[in-house]
């Protein structure tokens, strides 16, 4: 059976066969006179009536009519009726049977919110529980946008993170014949530019050199500082281990270490090449012997990111930092403050980092004022005023 719209077509089998002598090809049906002859040309009206018939209900559906997806119809291999959360929710079930693998929770979580944010705007948009994806309009992603400005109270970068996780299913939908047109044609993902915190040198030196009596400030704050000096992510801290340390022909120590949130996304170029300096190499020797290094086999102690990121509150209170003090944001000190802000190049930087390109590190070294500073030095030595 073949099926063309607009030039296009498809066929596929009808599991029926009659002898080359008897076919009319003109009419496409048999000639013959008997039982066998008249019941195929019966089947064969049958499946023409069929597929004028689910031709009619994809023109109601408003989905894209093609030859094959009418021809799927017509031989029930296509009857479910695909709606838009329903589809994601069982896309996120899918995801979950990955995580660790392909997907980590984190990401499996924010698509979670994305249907949250749409089970509640559906309703007043739509006056109904569930849409179908031919239903989505360029219209219904402004109104999503906006619903998630105003009443999500979500910032722009955000934003921009949930619609990718949106557009991941359209783009899937488009993929599969099941709605028409893009929603998202014409909507644009840019997001902000975002300057990272990090310490200045008097505030990392005030980090450093305060005194504390409580053992598990001075611990967040020792780890805190190692990062600081070796641009290691929270993750990265917590897993490392003696394996990760390596001595080269000079007798200095090396961190060599894959980045674990790469590693989770099977990405290439994630190695960090971090030569210690010798605070980072004497906080490593202090905590040696530290019962839960001996028995976990670690380098540091590293508690959940979540106290150490409440402790680093506490920590900046005592040294008078206005700072929002996080875990991450040891790593951006170590991009800028201690290495861009020391004049290493830009692209050693990035090998220390575990960067795939220099893009990456990019968004450190914009917010360095020493290199301005240089430069409009230069230019002050060499006008004559």
Same mark, same amino acid.
């Given at each position: 059976?073949?099926?063309?719209?607009?030039?296009?077509?498809?066929?596929?089998?009808?599991?029926?066969?009659?002898?080359?002598?008897?076919?009319?090809?003109?009419?496409?049906?048999? /000639?013959?006179?008997?039982?066998?002859s008249?019941?195929l040309?019966?089947?064969i009206?049958?499946? @023409?009536a069929?597929?004028?018939e689910k031709?009619k209900?994809l023109?109601?559906?408003?989905?894209?009519?093609?030859p094959?997806?009418?021809?799927?119809?017509?031989?029930? *291999?296509?009857?479910?009726?695909?709606?838009?959360?329903?589809?994601?929710?069982?896309?996120?079930?899918?995801?979950?049977?990955?995580?660790?693998?392909?997907?980590?929770?984190?990401?499996?979580n924010? #698509?979670?919110n994305? !249907?949250?944010?749409?089970?509640?705007?559906i309703?007043?948009?739509?006056? /109904?529980?569930?849409i179908?994806?031919?239903?989505?309009?360029?219209?219904?992603?402004?109104?999503?946008?906006?619903?998630?400005k105003?009443?999500?109270?979500? &910032?722009?970068?955000?934003?921009?993170?949930?619609?990718?996780?949106?557009?991941k299913?359209?783009?899937?939908?488009?993929? %599969?014949?099941?709605?028409? *047109?893009?929603?998202?044609?014409?909507? %644009?993902?840019?997001?902000?530019?975002?300057?990272?915190?990090?310490?200045?040198?008097?505030?990392?030196?005030a980090?450093? *050199?305060?005194k504390?009596?409580?053992?598990?400030?001075?611990? !967040?704050? +020792?780890?805190?500082v190692?990062? &600081?000096?070796?641009?290691?992510?929270?993750? +990265?801290?917590a897993?490392?281990?003696?394996e990760?340390?390596?001595? +080269?022909?000079?007798?200095?120590?090396?961190?060599?270490?894959?980045?674990?949130?790469?590693? @989770?996304?099977?990405?290439?170029?994630s190695?960090?090449?971090?030569?210690?300096?010798?605070?980072p190499?004497?906080?490593?020797?202090? #905590?040696?012997e530290h019962?839960?290094?001996?028995? %976990?086999?670690? &380098?540091l102690?590293?508690? &959940?990111?979540?106290?150490?990121?409440s402790?680093? *509150?506490?920590?900046a209170d005592?040294?008078?930092?206005?700072?929002?003090?996080?875990?991450?944001?040891?790593? @951006?000190?170590?991009?800028?403050?201690?290495?861009?802000?020391?004049?290493?190049?830009?692209?050693?930087?990035?090998?220390?980092?575990?960067?795939?390109?220099?893009?990456?590190?990019?968004h450190?070294?914009?917010?360095?004022?020493?290199?301005?500073?240089?430069?409009m030095?230069n230019?002050?030595e060499?006008?004559?005023?």
């Amino acid at each position: 059976m073949r099926i063309t719209i607009n030039g296009s077509y498809d066929d596929a089998r009808i599991q029926r066969s009659v002898p080359l002598n008897l076919w009319n090809a003109a009419k496409g049906c048999s /000639k013959g006179r008997d039982r066998a002859s008249i019941a195929l040309n019966t089947y064969i009206a049958e499946l @023409h009536a069929r597929a004028l018939e689910k031709h009619k209900e994809l023109v109601l559906e408003q989905a894209l009519i093609t030859p094959k997806l009418i021809l799927k119809r017509v031989f029930g *291999k296509d009857t479910e009726m695909r709606t838009l959360l329903g589809t994601m929710q069982d896309g996120i079930k899918e995801m979950e049977t990955l995580t660790g693998i392909d997907y980590s929770p984190v990401t499996i979580n924010r #698509y979670k919110n994305v !249907v949250k944010k749409l089970q509640r705007l559906i309703p007043s948009y739509y006056g /109904k529980e569930d849409i179908t994806f031919h239903e989505l309009t360029p219209e219904f992603i402004r109104a999503f946008d906006i619903y998630l400005k105003t009443e999500g109270g979500l &910032c722009r970068n955000t934003i921009v993170r949930y619609m990718k996780c949106f557009k991941k299913f359209t783009n899937m939908a488009l993929a %599969k014949e099941w709605m028409r *047109k893009n929603p998202f044609y014409g909507y %644009k993902m840019e997001q902000d530019e975002t300057d990272p915190v990090f310490l200045t040198y008097d505030e990392l030196q005030a980090v450093m *050199k305060k005194k504390f009596t409580i053992p598990r400030l001075e611990l !967040v704050r +020792d780890i805190f500082v190692f990062a &600081c000096f070796t641009g290691l992510a929270f993750s +990265d801290v917590a897993t490392l281990s003696g394996e990760n340390l390596v001595q +080269d022909n000079l007798g200095d120590w090396w961190i060599r270490k894959g980045r674990v949130k790469l590693e @989770h996304r099977r990405k290439a170029s994630s190695i960090s090449n971090i030569p210690l300096l010798p605070v980072p190499l004497a906080i490593l020797e202090k #905590y040696r012997e530290h019962p839960i290094c001996v028995k %976990k086999g670690c &380098c540091l102690p590293v508690m &959940c990111n979540q106290k150490m990121n409440s402790y680093l *509150k506490e920590i900046a209170d005592f040294c008078g930092i206005k700072k929002n003090l996080t875990t991450h944001v040891a790593r @951006h000190t170590f991009g800028t403050t201690v290495t861009l802000a020391n004049n290493v190049p830009l692209q050693d930087v990035s090998v220390m980092l575990g960067h795939a390109s220099t893009r990456m590190t990019q968004h450190y070294a914009r917010v360095m004022n020493s290199s301005l500073k240089e430069a409009m030095n230069n230019v002050k030595e060499r006008l004559e005023w």
